[in-house]
T-cell receptor
Protein backbone atom coordinates (compact mmCIF):
# COMPACT_ATOMS: atom_id res chain seq x y z
CA UNK A 1 0.00 0.00 0.00
CA UNK A 2 1.10 3.55 -0.73
CA UNK A 3 2.58 5.53 2.16
CA UNK A 4 0.86 8.77 1.13
CA UNK A 5 -2.62 8.60 -0.37
CA UNK A 6 -4.81 11.31 -1.84
CA UNK A 7 -8.51 11.30 -2.60
CA UNK A 8 -9.97 11.87 -5.06
CA UNK A 9 -7.43 11.21 -7.84
CA UNK A 10 -9.39 13.26 -10.33
CA UNK A 11 -12.22 15.72 -9.87
CA UNK A 12 -14.24 18.02 -12.08
CA UNK A 13 -16.27 20.68 -10.34
CA UNK A 14 -18.09 23.87 -11.18
CA UNK A 15 -17.22 27.44 -10.35
CA UNK A 16 -18.44 28.43 -6.91
CA UNK A 17 -18.58 24.91 -5.49
CA UNK A 18 -16.84 23.93 -2.27
CA UNK A 19 -14.42 21.05 -2.62
CA UNK A 20 -12.17 19.17 -0.23
CA UNK A 21 -9.05 17.22 -1.16
CA UNK A 22 -7.90 14.68 1.39
CA UNK A 23 -4.47 13.33 2.23
CA UNK A 24 -3.51 10.46 4.52
CA UNK A 25 -0.10 9.08 5.39
CA UNK A 26 1.18 5.99 7.14
CA UNK A 27 4.80 7.10 7.45
CA UNK A 28 4.34 8.53 10.94
CA UNK A 29 5.69 11.91 9.86
CA UNK A 30 4.77 15.09 11.70
CA UNK A 31 5.27 17.44 8.74
CA UNK A 32 2.70 17.62 5.97
CA UNK A 33 2.42 19.91 2.94
CA UNK A 34 0.05 20.86 0.14
CA UNK A 35 1.38 21.96 -3.25
CA UNK A 36 -0.18 22.83 -6.57
CA UNK A 37 1.50 22.18 -9.90
CA UNK A 38 0.94 24.30 -12.99
CA UNK A 39 2.70 23.85 -16.33
CA UNK A 40 5.96 25.80 -16.47
CA UNK A 41 5.70 26.88 -12.83
CA UNK A 42 6.74 23.72 -11.06
CA UNK A 43 5.18 23.04 -7.66
CA UNK A 44 4.22 25.86 -5.34
CA UNK A 45 3.53 25.53 -1.63
CA UNK A 46 -0.02 26.30 -0.49
CA UNK A 47 0.04 25.37 3.21
CA UNK A 48 2.16 23.31 5.56
CA UNK A 49 1.79 21.85 9.03
CA UNK A 50 4.42 20.63 11.47
CA UNK A 51 1.96 19.06 13.89
CA UNK A 52 -1.76 18.95 14.59
CA UNK A 53 -1.75 22.37 16.25
CA UNK A 54 0.55 24.05 13.74
CA UNK A 55 -0.69 25.43 10.39
CA UNK A 56 1.30 27.80 8.21
CA UNK A 57 0.60 29.63 4.97
CA UNK A 58 2.80 28.93 2.02
CA UNK A 59 3.52 30.94 -1.08
CA UNK A 60 -0.01 30.84 -2.56
CA UNK A 61 -2.57 30.34 0.22
CA UNK A 62 -5.26 32.78 -0.98
CA UNK A 63 -8.48 30.95 -1.86
CA UNK A 64 -7.50 27.83 0.10
CA UNK A 65 -7.87 26.57 3.65
CA UNK A 66 -6.57 23.47 5.41
CA UNK A 67 -7.40 21.23 8.33
CA UNK A 68 -5.03 18.90 10.17
CA UNK A 69 -7.43 16.39 11.67
CA UNK A 70 -4.74 14.07 13.01
CA UNK A 71 -1.05 13.43 12.60
CA UNK A 72 -1.88 11.26 9.61
CA UNK A 73 -4.51 13.44 7.92
CA UNK A 74 -4.26 16.83 6.23
CA UNK A 75 -7.11 18.19 4.09
CA UNK A 76 -7.16 21.06 1.62
CA UNK A 77 -10.38 22.96 0.91
CA UNK A 78 -11.41 25.33 -1.81
CA UNK A 79 -14.33 27.26 -0.33
CA UNK A 80 -15.55 28.63 -3.66
CA UNK A 81 -13.70 27.10 -6.58
CA UNK A 82 -12.68 29.26 -9.53
CA UNK A 83 -11.30 28.19 -12.94
CA UNK A 84 -7.74 29.37 -12.24
CA UNK A 85 -7.58 26.82 -9.44
CA UNK A 86 -7.53 24.13 -12.11
CA UNK A 87 -4.26 22.34 -11.41
CA UNK A 88 -2.57 19.20 -10.14
CA UNK A 89 -2.49 19.12 -6.33
CA UNK A 90 0.05 17.18 -4.31
CA UNK A 91 0.25 16.30 -0.65
CA UNK A 92 3.67 15.51 0.82
CA UNK A 93 5.17 14.50 4.16
CA UNK A 94 8.56 14.60 5.83
CA UNK A 95 9.98 13.86 9.25
CA UNK A 96 12.52 16.69 9.53
CA UNK A 97 13.63 19.89 7.81
CA UNK A 98 15.78 19.59 4.71
CA UNK A 99 15.16 15.91 4.11
CA UNK A 100 13.24 14.08 1.41
CA UNK A 101 9.57 14.89 1.12
CA UNK A 102 7.37 11.94 0.19
CA UNK A 103 4.62 12.82 -2.24
CA UNK A 104 1.18 11.41 -2.79
CA UNK A 105 -0.03 10.46 -6.28
CA UNK A 106 -1.67 13.84 -6.88
CA UNK A 107 -5.22 15.02 -7.49
CA UNK A 108 -6.07 16.52 -10.86
CA UNK A 109 -8.72 19.18 -10.25
CA UNK A 110 -10.63 20.86 -13.04
CA UNK A 111 -12.90 23.81 -12.30
CA UNK A 112 -15.33 24.62 -15.13
CA UNK B 1 12.28 35.17 -1.64
CA UNK B 2 14.29 32.38 -3.13
CA UNK B 3 13.94 31.60 -6.80
CA UNK B 4 14.94 28.50 -8.71
CA UNK B 5 15.48 28.66 -12.46
CA UNK B 6 15.65 25.80 -14.92
CA UNK B 7 16.53 27.37 -18.23
CA UNK B 8 15.90 24.30 -20.39
CA UNK B 9 12.18 23.58 -20.79
CA UNK B 10 12.98 20.47 -22.86
CA UNK B 11 16.02 18.30 -23.45
CA UNK B 12 16.56 15.15 -25.42
CA UNK B 13 19.23 12.48 -25.21
CA UNK B 14 20.05 9.31 -27.07
CA UNK B 15 19.74 6.12 -25.09
CA UNK B 16 23.06 5.21 -23.38
CA UNK B 17 24.38 8.76 -23.76
CA UNK B 18 24.94 11.39 -21.05
CA UNK B 19 22.82 14.48 -20.49
CA UNK B 20 23.12 17.42 -18.10
CA UNK B 21 20.16 19.40 -16.80
CA UNK B 22 20.81 22.92 -15.54
CA UNK B 23 19.54 24.66 -12.42
CA UNK B 24 20.42 27.97 -10.85
CA UNK B 25 19.02 29.49 -7.68
CA UNK B 26 19.06 32.79 -5.92
CA UNK B 27 19.64 32.99 -2.17
CA UNK B 28 21.40 34.98 0.51
CA UNK B 29 21.53 31.99 2.85
CA UNK B 30 24.65 29.93 3.49
CA UNK B 31 22.98 26.81 4.84
CA UNK B 32 20.38 25.08 2.68
CA UNK B 33 19.55 21.91 0.80
CA UNK B 34 19.10 21.20 -2.89
CA UNK B 35 17.14 18.43 -4.55
CA UNK B 36 16.35 16.94 -7.91
CA UNK B 37 12.94 15.29 -8.23
CA UNK B 38 11.74 13.20 -11.15
CA UNK B 39 8.12 13.12 -12.33
CA UNK B 40 7.40 10.35 -14.86
CA UNK B 41 4.12 10.23 -16.81
CA UNK B 42 2.53 8.51 -13.81
CA UNK B 43 2.90 12.01 -12.20
CA UNK B 44 4.44 10.54 -9.03
CA UNK B 45 7.19 12.77 -7.60
CA UNK B 46 10.34 10.76 -6.91
CA UNK B 47 13.51 12.00 -5.23
CA UNK B 48 16.56 11.55 -7.46
CA UNK B 49 19.30 13.16 -5.42
CA UNK B 50 19.88 15.52 -2.48
CA UNK B 51 22.78 17.87 -1.71
CA UNK B 52 23.60 19.64 1.54
CA UNK B 53 25.09 23.07 0.87
CA UNK B 54 27.78 22.76 3.53
CA UNK B 55 29.18 19.66 1.85
CA UNK B 56 31.65 20.42 -0.92
CA UNK B 57 31.54 16.90 -2.29
CA UNK B 58 29.04 16.43 -5.09
CA UNK B 59 26.26 13.94 -4.37
CA UNK B 60 26.02 10.78 -6.47
CA UNK B 61 23.31 8.14 -6.77
CA UNK B 62 24.20 5.39 -9.24
CA UNK B 63 23.91 6.93 -12.74
CA UNK B 64 22.87 10.32 -11.35
CA UNK B 65 25.35 12.90 -10.12
CA UNK B 66 25.34 16.63 -9.50
CA UNK B 67 27.74 19.46 -10.13
CA UNK B 68 27.22 21.79 -7.17
CA UNK B 69 28.86 25.18 -7.55
CA UNK B 70 27.94 27.11 -4.40
CA UNK B 71 29.57 30.41 -5.33
CA UNK B 72 27.88 30.37 -8.73
CA UNK B 73 24.58 29.16 -7.18
CA UNK B 74 24.41 26.39 -9.72
CA UNK B 75 23.20 22.81 -9.24
CA UNK B 76 23.19 20.74 -12.42
CA UNK B 77 22.14 17.10 -12.74
CA UNK B 78 24.11 14.67 -14.90
CA UNK B 79 22.47 11.46 -16.03
CA UNK B 80 24.91 8.88 -17.40
CA UNK B 81 24.03 5.90 -19.59
CA UNK B 82 20.53 7.27 -20.16
CA UNK B 83 17.71 4.74 -20.20
CA UNK B 84 14.22 4.90 -21.63
CA UNK B 85 12.87 4.93 -18.09
CA UNK B 86 14.67 8.21 -17.42
CA UNK B 87 12.18 10.04 -19.64
CA UNK B 88 10.30 12.37 -17.30
CA UNK B 89 9.95 15.91 -16.00
CA UNK B 90 12.83 16.84 -13.72
CA UNK B 91 12.46 19.48 -11.05
CA UNK B 92 15.22 21.23 -9.17
CA UNK B 93 14.25 22.38 -5.67
CA UNK B 94 15.74 24.48 -2.87
CA UNK B 95 15.06 24.26 0.87
CA UNK B 96 16.26 26.55 3.63
CA UNK B 97 15.47 27.46 7.20
CA UNK B 98 12.30 29.20 6.04
CA UNK B 99 10.86 25.70 5.80
CA UNK B 100 9.68 26.08 2.25
CA UNK B 101 10.68 23.86 -0.64
CA UNK B 102 10.89 26.07 -3.73
CA UNK B 103 10.77 24.35 -7.11
CA UNK B 104 11.99 25.36 -10.53
CA UNK B 105 9.70 25.24 -13.55
CA UNK B 106 10.95 21.83 -14.66
CA UNK B 107 12.80 20.31 -17.61
CA UNK B 108 11.15 17.67 -19.76
CA UNK B 109 13.68 15.01 -20.69
CA UNK B 110 13.05 12.83 -23.73
CA UNK B 111 15.12 9.71 -24.32
CA UNK B 112 15.47 8.49 -27.89
CA UNK B 113 15.98 4.77 -28.52
Amino acid sequence: DADVTQTPRNRITKTGKRIMLECSQTKGHDRMYWYRQDPGLGLRLIYYSFDVKDINKGEISDGYSVSRQAQAKFSLSLESAIPNQTALYFCATSDAPGVEQYFGPGTRLTVT
Amino acid sequence: AQTVTQSQPEMSVQEAETVTLSCTYDTSESDYYLFWYKQPPSRQMILVIRQEAYKQQNATENRFSVNFQKAAKSFSLKISDSQLGDAAMYFCAYYNAGNMLTFGGGTRLMVKP
